[in-house]
């Protein structure tokens, strides 16, 4: 069983709608956790980071924490068809150095 | 600020021939990271520099594999010999090793074994 778990999708939503996602994991000494967007034919760029449970907002993109139930969300408010890219969460701990140990992604699919 | 340059985009090799990728980390960090993702999946980590020092290879296939970064600036991976199943997206990040956990991602080598 891989550490770090996320529904490959497609995930297929029309414009304006809300994009959820998420990941699962099992490593509880995970210390921070981040949302990764990747373009086709492009290196995974930096969305959101946080280090603590509980909500953290940013423009349209709010990322959700729950460490007890070892469980990560990304939602995305007024969905656009810029945003169709695989969303990649990514988990670390400041002991590994920084290593992070990434889900599969979602391919997420908006539509006009 | 030019992002983390990496070289070449696609390369297609025979299997049992050589390979290998260049990567221009971001200018002032001094920790360099070279991934691999396979088709479908999450990037994993090959190796972590910090400066010239490889101070996580943990990962690194060491019997084909090899990675230098000589004057803690720029930094090469290479195959030998690469095999069928070496067919990925190779990514190099890097980051400045202080504040924010994550770091820049390069555009990666995509890498197709024949």
């Known amino acids: 069983q891989k550490e770090v778990e996320q529904d490959p999708g497609p995930l297929s939503v029309p414009e304006g709608a809300i994009v959820s996602l998420n990941c699962t994991y099992s490593?509880?000494?995970?210390?921070?956790f981040m949302w990764y967007r990747q373009y086709s034919r492009k290196g995974p760029e930096l969305l959101m980071y946080?280090?603590?449970?509980g909500n953290k907002e940013d423009g349209r993109f709010t990322a959700q924490v729950d460490k007890s139930s070892k469980y990560i969300s990304l939602f995305i408010r007024d969905s656009q068809p810029s945003d169709s890219a695989t969303y990649l969460c990514a988990m670390g701990k400041q002991a590994a150095g920084n290593k992070l140990t990434f889900g599969g992604g979602t391919r997420v699919l908006v539509k006009p | 600020e030019a992002g983390v340059v990496q070289s070449p985009r696609y390369k297609i090799i025979e299997k049992k021939q050589p390979v290998a990728f260049w990567c221009n980390p971001i200018s002032g960090h001094n920790t360099l990271y070279w991934y691999r993702q396979n088709l479908g999946q999450g990037p994993e980590l090959l190796i972590r520099?910090?400066?010239?020092?490889?101070?996580?290879d943990s990962q690194l296939p060491k019997d084909r594999f090899s990675a230098e970064r000589l004057k803690g600036v720029d930094s090469t991976l290479k195959i030998q010999p690469a095999e069928l199943g070496d067919s990925a997206v190779y990514l190099c990040?890097?980051?400045?090793?202080?504040?924010?956990?994550?770091?820049?991602f390069g555009s990666g080598t995509r890498l197709t074994v024949v």
């Open positions: 946080t280090y603590s449970s």
């Open positions: 520099y910090e400066n010239e020092e490889a101070v996580d």
């Open positions: 990040a890097s980051s400045s090793g202080q504040g924010l956990p994550g770091y820049t």
């Open positions: 490593n509880s000494a995970f210390q921070y």
